[in-house]
Structures are given as C-alpha cells and as structure tokens.
DNA sequence: GTCTATACATGGATAGAC
DNA sequence: GTCTATCCATGTATAGAC
C-alpha cells in the first residue's frame, strides 16, 4: 500500500526491475543486521536457524541471497571491518599540544573499541583466527596496522617525541590499549581485577612523555 | 606381563584396587592429553568423536571417565591454567640490576607465551569467553592477575622505578607484552606486519626507564 | 571397563508450492 | 522471491555385547 504511493503511475519494465532491486536491498540489509547479531553474539557457530529467526526472513531466503554460511560470514565482516576503519587523526586532532593529543587519541582509541559490536569483533576474529585466518589478516591489515602507522609517523614527525625506534613505541602504545579492552570487556576484568581507563591513560601519557623527555636530554 | 613384574606376588583386594586405580588414572591421562590436543586445536566445537579417536579410545569411554562434554573440558582447562602458573620471580632474578631485570622478565614472559599450547588456550579463552565466563574469570585470576601483581610490587619496591601509580605501569608493561602475542602469534602479524621480540623489548625498557628517571628527576 | 551399534537432536543445505 | 517441508550428515549421549 504505502509502496503504491511511493511509486504509482508507470508500471514500464524499468520502474519495476527497480523496485525489484530496491527491496532486494532492503532484504539483503535485513538479512546482513539479523546475521551480524548473531553471529556476534554467538560466534561462528551460530546456526543458520538462528539467523533467519533474527533476520526475521526463511532460512531459504539466506540462501538465495548468499549461497552458503561462510559467504555470509565473509561478507558481514568485510563490511564490519569497513565500518570501524576510523577518519584517523584529524587536522585538528594533530594540532593540539603533544599531551593533548595523545590523550585525545587514547580516549578515542578507548572509546572507539569499548562498544559491544566492536568487542564481540574481536572476540570472533581472535576465536576463529584458527578456521579464518584471512579474517585475521585482514582485521590487522585494515585496523591495527594503519592505526599503528599513523601513530608511529606521528611520533616520528614530533620534535618533542625523539624515540629511537617509533615503530615499536607505537606499538606498545597500541597494544597496551588493546590488551586493556581485552581483559577488561571481553575477559570481564572490568568486575574482577577493575582499573579506571583513566588511570591507564595517565599512567601511559606519564611514561611516553617523561621518557621522551630523558631520551631528548640524553643524547 | 612387565605388569606382574613391577607388581609380583600378593594379590589381595587391596592391590587389584590399586591397579585398576593406576590402570584407571593412566587411562584418564591419556584421554586428557588426547582431548587437550583436540579442544587446543579445533576450539570447544571439537567433537566427542574427534577426541576419541585423537585419544585412542571408544567415545563411550570418555563418558565412563567424565561424564558430559563440558565436564571434560572444564577440567582440561583447569588443568592446563595450572601448568602455566609460573614460579614468578625467583630471588635470583630479582638480585639483578633494574635493567637487565627487566629484560629478563619481558623475555621469560615472552617465552612463556611464544609456545603453541599457550597460545591455543589464549585463543580459546577469549573466544568462548562468552560461552564459558568462569574460564576467563579463572584465566584471569590465576595468570595475569598475579603477574601484574607481582610486577607492581617490584616497582613499588624499587627506587630507581618511582612512578605514581606501579599497578597501572604494570599494566602498560604487561599488555604491550601479551598484545605482542596475540598480534603476531595469534593473528598471524608475524607474517603480515613483522617485528622482532628484541626491538620490541628494547624500546619497552628504554621507555620505562628514561620515564622513571625523569620521574625521579621531577620530584 | 571397554568396545560396537544406535537413539535422538540439530546442523547446513535443498525441493517444491505459491 | 519467499515460504514450508524435507534431506542428509554430524553431534551428543546412551544401550547392550563382551
């Protein structure tokens, strides 16, 4: 009915090839959010009933969208993966004072990854990374790497940052946010060994930056 | 036959309790090690069949020994947890200079960890950390807790490590460690974003201690 | 106590009506 | 294209022979 309305008058091959395409996106849509919930909340292992019962559609029609379980999975967590690709450090982000910014980009980092989509993302890449290894590559490829990089160029550039291998310090930055996710979110740390995010951040921006400090003097 | 030898003469019913008792523990051994190869392998969807014959035995009989699939895996894990509980810091390490103390644990910890039974239950951990909550919460308390700890209170204790918060320092040292591993051993980084240990391990020392120096300068 | 054979449920995938 | 009903393999768990 409020689709006669939409789309009245010309009934022409055209206009209805369209209208096909335009519901078989909206079904492919329908089917991708279902399955994303599923599958993030119960792993690979989520069963294709479960899917179709979320998604709200025929297990058939699973079928005929995407040929087989594993081509929906792939497709989901390419496009996941997509979605969480960040901006990365704005113009502005990078003109503020050194410990500004690095306290801003760890909060953000925090921030980014503490949602539930993205935690039950690393659970299941980190889970199957056995059965999907490529998943796992392209989770590092298309998240960690780049995020690294960018924070390595960052300390590379900045006088007040002169480490010796920026690489490295980047990636003990990184890693130490991450694996703070890890055990607090997914592990539930958060209830038995609980620390502010606070804490963590100052404690780390503490270290970088007196330690930037001395190997600046030092030399 | 060598059976009679070790065990000769009497064969009253406290010694057939006792054989079948060693029968039965060497038999329960060998399912657990079978079963462990498995569930490391495969994750918790490894199936019952699958463990029988990785064990060498009927599935019937891993139902006569535990009796439910879970139970069998919690106790693997158990286990396995409480092989990894390592000694900690001996005195001999701690009787080090600060550095190469240092050096030392981040590479014992690394160790520790670079070993494909290790890194295997990292994975399953955090991947069925939904499915198994306890399994994270007894990772957690038996593994990284006290390791954190530990490496706190050496800080805390040490004079030439002044820092204001040694459990959130601890922390910061720790993750970079474990991120390490998952990021190269797990994810498969080694292969798509490589770095050595040592240049890994260098740059966490240096940082730490130019930031504890200036740290102690700052006060 | 251990094996073979089997019961029962659930998984992925397909056939056929509309 | 979408649904209902079904196929077949596999999974956990058990029964019964030895």
Known sequence: MTKALRKPATNNALNVAHEISDRARDKREQIMQGALRTFLSNGYSASMDAIAAESGVAKQTLYSYFGAKEELF????????????HAGMTPELRSLPTQAFL?????????????????SLMRLVIGESARFPELSELYL???VSPGIAKLAQYIRENDELAF??????ARIMHGSLINFIIAQEILGGKHTMPMSRDRLINSLIDVILFAAQQSAQSR
Not at 80 to 85: A, P
């Open 74 to 85: 792939s497709a989901l967590m390419d496009r996941l993966l997509e979605h969480f690709v």
């Open 103 to 119: 306290r801003k980009l760890a909060q953000i980092t925090l921030s980014q990854m503490d949602d539930w989509e993205y935690v």
């Open 141 to 143: 490829s298309r998240l």
């Open 164 to 169: 010796g291998d920026p690489e490295a310090v």
